[in-house]
């Protein structure tokens, strides 16, 4: 594991123990920035004062939570970061980007994420499929890399959940950051994340900030835009960030579950700004485009299943292809683990299991209090920010469920258990779905969770 990948994993952990305004203020711009032989840490902060107070009140934290992820670590030290260069050490350089690029391949794909766009590199053009249900919302966002801000602006796309919007606006990002490397500022944001930021805005007193931050921008991709809509300050902010965009023509992209005279609270000068510009929807896969999809996920995780299952698979998925992620492990599961070999019929059986899942109605409480009453540790503790060991994975098991059992986004999730960052909700469910697939007590232990959630 790399420097960075290493830091972003403490970090994640870190998240889930102390307070947001904390964390973003004294630990989010830290960096590992070497580790010695003698397994000393050197961590680097912005400032001298962020250096004090980090070394004075998070030491005995980070200590902690690095060695559970690097058990070599033996002690750290603190310094300052300026110019990119280490005050303390004089010698060695603050890692730039292309440099933290080579720290080499991430176990955790979703957890490298770009910190200046957002962005997942993940999400690119080169692994999404084109089919006869996304290839006009695929030929326009082509066409807005090609000429962006000009042509079709706002770029918006709609579709109902899994269909790849959020992959599809993602690669277009990803696309213009490669192309046009740092001539051109992205970002993305969960239009959840913009509203948190707006109202944080407002209750700070700021909004200058987040006008600043915004204004500044090139392309702006926005995910979700109906979680906006019904939120009047929020709207009044995104107006008014879109209108200084668009008159610089710079390039917008929105998605969203529906097209803009769908989303009923959604102000009227908005709507027709968004239906000003190209509306390409994405409709749900046809059965070659689901068997491509799982085709192209089966090779990232370097396996393969016959054409039979492969077939079995395609035809369980509903809708969704997000669904084809969760059967796919799961196959992957009973076949490394068990040493079965799958074929169509148990394939079938297996799917019938991770298919009859509690149900969508369930509520978060109700996924919270399941958590709660399992591991035995009280509701308000899981979203508190307690962190202890026995408390930190209950909380992360929530996270897990909150996502699996009830599709809910990332930033909602975060918001529901105790106003996290969102990246924190990404790592939580990461990490449980990553150790799922090698953890059968865990699985166990999900699987009854999630009995409970159906009788509950
Ligand atoms: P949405 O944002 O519409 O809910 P996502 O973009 O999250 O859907 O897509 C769900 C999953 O399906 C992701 O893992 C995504 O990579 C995959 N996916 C969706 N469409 C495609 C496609 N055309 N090609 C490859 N993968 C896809
Ligand atoms: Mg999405």
Redesign the pocket.
Known sequence: MGLEQLWQNVLAEIELQVSRPNFVTWLKNSQLVEKKDDGTALVALPSKFAKEWVENKYQKIILGVLRNTDASTKKIEFSVYNNQVIIKTGSKKFPTNEENESFGQLSFQELKIDPETNLNPR?NFS?????SS?ELAYAAAMAVVEEIGKKYNPLFIY??????????IQAVGNEIKNRYQNKVQVKYVPSEKFTNEVIWAIRNKRMETIKEKYRLIDVLVI?DIQFIGGKPKTEEEFFHTFNALYENNKQIII?SDRPPRFIPTLEERLRSRFEGGMIAD?SY?DYE?KV??IK??LQTKNTSFNDDVIAVIANKIQK???E??GIINRLIFYHQKKGIEINPKNAEQIISEVVQEPNRNSTPEQIIKAVSEFFEVPSNDIIGHCRKKEIVFPRQIAIYLLREVLDLSYPYIAEKMGKRDHTTAIYAHEKIAQNISRDQALNQKIMMIKDKIKQN
Not at 127 to 131: A, E, K, R
């Open positions: 999400y692994n999404f499929i084109v089919g996304n579709g109902g959940v899994g269909v790849g919007k959020t992959h599809l995910d998605s994405i896969p485009l491509a999809v192209t996920k969704s292809l997000r084809a992620e």
